[in-house]
Structure formats: C-alpha cells, structure tokens
C-alpha cells in the first residue's frame, strides 16, 4: 500500500500523513487519510513526488 504525506509549499509544514485519497473540487483540495480523517485545505497542488510519497499544496490564507 503506497500512502503519501502531505505537505504546505510555503514552510514545507506536514498537513496530513497516511493519506490515502486526494480530490480536488473547485479550488478546495480535499484529503483523506487511512483511518477516514478529512481535511480541507483551499488551493491546488504544486508537485506530486510519486517515489517518495509526498504531495506538496500551494495553499491559500494558510
């Protein structure tokens, strides 16, 4: 099972780990993790890092 974490482009700051799923609708980005934790986060991703597991978020008013 490959899990990412995520991670705020501005500080590099971990927004969620063991994420399992990512959706992005109209602007928000929205992130679940293996146990069905939820967070939202206003913006887009900037890069997705498949061979480390690591997807970074330009995010807004964060």
């Not at 995520?6 to 609708?25: F, Q």
């Not at 900037?46 to 330009?58: G, H």
């Amino acid at each position: 099972m490959c899990l990412s974490n995520i991670y705020r482009a501005s500080d590099k700051k971990l927004l969620m780990d063991n994420t399992a799923r990512i959706e992005v609708k109209d602007g928000v980005v929205i992130l679940r993790d293996l146990f069905g934790q939820v967070l939202k986060v206003k913006g887009s991703i900037a890069s997705v890092d498949l061979e480390n597991n690591e997807v970074i978020l330009q995010t807004e008013n964060c």
